[in-house]
């Protein structure tokens, strides 16, 4: 048996913060990156296509278009089912479950969204659900299969969670349906496959967490990949992981220093503009008339990328002899003092920092 395993698309995520034309390319990587799962499933000859929750990235405002369009792409996978199970950000309501039931309406016959923990056979597999019932819990959803046994040998036992993992996941206060490694290895499932956390991982190739197949923005450091998972017939294990994302969010952490160029350092060769959207933090020091120029440079630079996000708090103007007689009177004692550190530009840029903070007090 094969499966694919992903989660954590957030499709619906609002983009306020961009531009629209940013927002779009956003947007409609996460979808790009569902439609390259599903042909890379279909590619393997995968029984199943699983979705360890938040395919959605809220339980409201959604579309009725955009439920339509994921479920033509769903509906594209040949194997035996696509498994959807409700995470913490599109959890499952039963009294006021407006999300899932609109769904449901355009979804195909082989597309089932697990709202119920219970047990659920198909094809000699048997999973058991655990899903999320509101956006935070201090209780995770596994409490019901503790109470589970004689498990048959002759199906493979395949538990779907999401949640908070300890040692993997940032969860400081427990509130994200924490689980223990432990926990999740006395319940007798073959193998587990959870959601939540946006960086893949797996765990004693027993407990595969799905990742998200698109990085959501610059802070998530995932590889926008999926999981590959086979299981033969006598349960063993073997999975791998392969990239559906189309785009990178890439932090540069650059100084400039006293004989380079703006321009020069703000070039990244190794990076595909169309399909990259890079946050540089500057530091350092650069001539006067570079730095009263700099947001020209930036978008001169930045021209081609998905977006180019320049963060110069800490970038300094070099202080040259022009700038010292501008500010400085000729003979005086702090133009001595300045003029005598203008072979050494850190200790010059230095000297007239002090020197400002004494006419500021």
């Known amino acids: 048996m094969k499966l694919l395993l992903t989660g954590d698309l957030h499709l ?20 790009t990156a569902l439609e390259n799962a599903v042909t890379i499933a279909n590619r393997e000859q995968c029984d199943f296509f699983v979705i360890a929750g938040d395919l959605y990235d809220k339980v409201s405002s959604i579309p009725k ?10 509906d594209e996978f040949d194997g035996q089912a696509v ?19 609109a769904f449901e309406e355009s979804s195909g016959s082989h597309t089932r969204v697990l709202k119920e923990c219970a047990p659920c ?5 048997m999973f058991y ?41 940032l969860d400081a206060d427990q509130s994200y349906y924490f689980m223990t490694e432990k926990e999740l290895h006395t319940l007798g499932m073959d193998i587990w496959l959870i959601g939540h956390t946006h960086v ?19 802070a998530d450091s995932s590889d926008s990949e999926v999981y590959l998972i086979e299981i033969d017939e006598q349960k063993n294990i073997t999975a791998k992981k392969e990239k559906v994302g189309v785009i990178d969010f890439v932090k540069k952490e650059v100084t400039v220093e006293h004989h380079q160029r703006l321009e020069d350092v703000l070039q990244f060769p190794e990076l595909e503009p169309d399909k990259t959207s890079v946050r540089v933090v500057l530091t350092g020091m ?3 008339e570079e730095y009263e120029d700099r947001q020209r440079i930036y978008e001169t630079c930045g ?30 004692t702090l133009h001595r003092l300045l003029n005598s550190y203008a072979d050494d530009m850190e200790l010059l840029n230095l000297a007239y920092s002090l020197a400002q903070e004494c006419r500021n007090d």
Not at 65 to 74: A, F
Not at 304 to 331: C, H, S, W, Y
């Open 65 to 74: 278009s955009l439920h339509q369009k994921v479920n033509k792409v769903l």
């Open 12 to 31: 619906g995520r609002s983009y306020q913060k961009e531009s629209p034309e940013v927002a779009q390319r956003f947007t409609e990587a996460r979808m």
């Open 303 to 332: 021209a081609g990328f998905i977006k180019f996000d320049v963060k110069d708090e800490n970038l300094q103007k070099a202080i040259t002899p022009e700038l010292i007689g501008q500010e400085t009177m000729e003979g005086s």
């Open 286 to 288: 650069v001539l006067p």
């Open 200 to 218: 893949e991982f797996s765990i004693g190739n027993h407990i595969f967490n799905a990742g998200t197949p698109q990085q959501t923005d610059i």
């Open 129 to 169: 659900p655990c899903l999320c019932h509101d956006k935070r819990s201090k209780e995770n959803a596994l409490g019901w299969l503790k109470g589970t046994s004689g498990l048959s040998p002759d199906l493979i036992h395949i538990g779907i969670a999401h949640g908070a993992v300890e040692g993997y996941s």
């Open 83 to 101: 498994l959807i199970l409700p995470g913490n950000h599109d959890y499952c309501d039963l009294e006021h479950d407006e999300l899932w039931r």
């Open 121 to 125: 056979e198909i094809a000699g597999t």
